[in-house]
């Protein structure tokens, strides 16, 4: 059973940044592609970006793409998401999210099998 625990997230000005980060335990964290989402109130949750194992393949959505990094660190079986130029339609539930099964890097949430509980972050104008 692999259990994500995402922290870092809090409230910020607009044009801020923040870096998420999700700790992993109880798998071979270095076998997983891993990726973050979002669910902003109201809104369906979406892909915001995906890293593979070695961190040769990465994702972004297209309204994060040169805003927001996602790296990962397989020694400290933990990856990260740092946001840049943060604006106040970011806000919303991060959630990091572990695919097992899959060596390619997937955009679609039930490609993922384990989730973290979610980590609220409020982009203010």
């Known amino acids: 059973q692999v259990q994500l625990v995402e922290s870092g997230g809090g409230l910020v000005q607009a044009g801020g940044s923040l870096r998420l980060s999700c700790a992993a335990s109880g798998g071979t964290f270095s076998r997983y592609v891993m990726g973050w989402f979002r669910q902003a109130p109201g809104k369906e949750r979406e892909f915001v970006a995906a890293i593979n194992w070695t961190g040769s393949s990465i994702s972004y959505a297209d309204f994060v793409k040169g805003r927001f990094t996602i790296s990962r660190d397989n020694a400290k079986n933990t990856v990260y998401l740092r946001m840049n130029s943060l604006k106040p339609e970011d806000t919303a539930v991060y959630y990091c999210?572990?695919?097992?099964?899959?060596?390619?890097?997937?955009?679609?949430?039930?490609?993922?099998?384990?989730w973290g509980q979610g980590i609220q972050v409020t982009v203010s104008s």
């Open positions: 999210a572990a695919d097992v099964d899959n060596l390619r890097v997937g955009v679609r949430g039930y490609e993922y099998h384990y």
